[in-house]
């Protein structure tokens, strides 16, 4: 069974960088079958899909964050992570990490979440 | 690249049927049988309904089904069961290997 697991800091001040980490058990990393993913929700909004990452190097972000994002994978670790900098208030989110098959595009396996506050 | 449309709420009685639709484009749900349906329930994580449009999971409820005419796409329950209280997104593939969501719909067991 594939699990996630969504880490990092809960507050963040505004234009700093938002850092998060999402460790994979229960499957390897190094497998071809997945591209790893962010997705956040947005308070009183719907749910806003940040990027995606494979084990090979594709990634593929979000237009609206790409300038200011950066997704990246330690197979080592088996954990990916999340990199958003110049953040602001409108990027206060539950942030979630997900699974997407590979060649398909939706999300099978998700984390619990974690909150995250851009605030002074 | 804009959010599908969803209803804000939609209700209805136990036992009876309920359809939540997802508006998008030529763009996205026009163009791609790749729309993929979530359930969320209160602190709990998405959990995936029908992807590949109308196909389940296994696991989920026959109760749940999805369709598409043009550039709307549909998720029906039927037999509305209280455990069915839910938060529920839709998500359409748009092209360069992006993806799109919905504004998500809360469905009220009356």
């Known amino acids: 069974q594939v699990q996630l697991q969504e880490s990092g800091p809960g507050l963040v001040k505004p234009s700093q960088t938002l850092s998060l980490t999402c460790t994979v058990s229960g499957v390897s990393m190094s497998s071809a079958d997945y591209y790893w993913s962010w997705i956040r929700r947005l308070p009183g909004k719907g749910l806003e899909w940040i990027g995606y990452?494979?084990?090979?190097?594709?990634?593929y972000y979000n237009p609206s964050l790409k300038s200011r994002l950066t997704i990246s994978v330690d197979t080592s670790e088996n954990q990916f992570s999340l990199k958003l900098t110049s953040v602001t208030a409108a990027d206060t989110a539950l942030y979630y990490c997900?699974?997407?098959?590979?060649?398909?595009?939706?999300?099978?396996?998700w984390g619990q979440g974690t909150l995250v506050t851009v605030s002074s | 690249q804009s959010a599908l449309t969803q209803p804000a709420s939609v209700s209805g009685s136990p036992g009876q049927s309920i359809t939540i639709s997802c508006t998008g484009t030529?763009?996205?749900?026009?163009?791609?049988?790749?729309v993929s349906w979530y359930q969320q329930h209160p602190g709990k994580a998405p959990k995936l309904m029908i992807y590949e449009g109308s196909k389940r999971p296994s696991g989920v409820s026959n109760r749940f089904s999805g369709s598409k005419s043009g550039n709307t796409a549909s998720l029906t329950i039927s037999g509305l069961q209280a455990e069915d209280e839910a938060d529920y997104y839709c998500c359409s593939y748009a092209g360069s290997s992006t993806v799109v969501f919905g504004g998500g719909t809360k469905v009220t067991v009356l």
């Open positions: 030529s763009s996205n749900v026009g163009s791609y049988n790749l």
């Open positions: 997900a699974t997407k098959p590979n060649s398909l595009y939706h999300f099978d396996y």
């Open positions: 990452i494979h084990s090979s190097g594709y990634s």
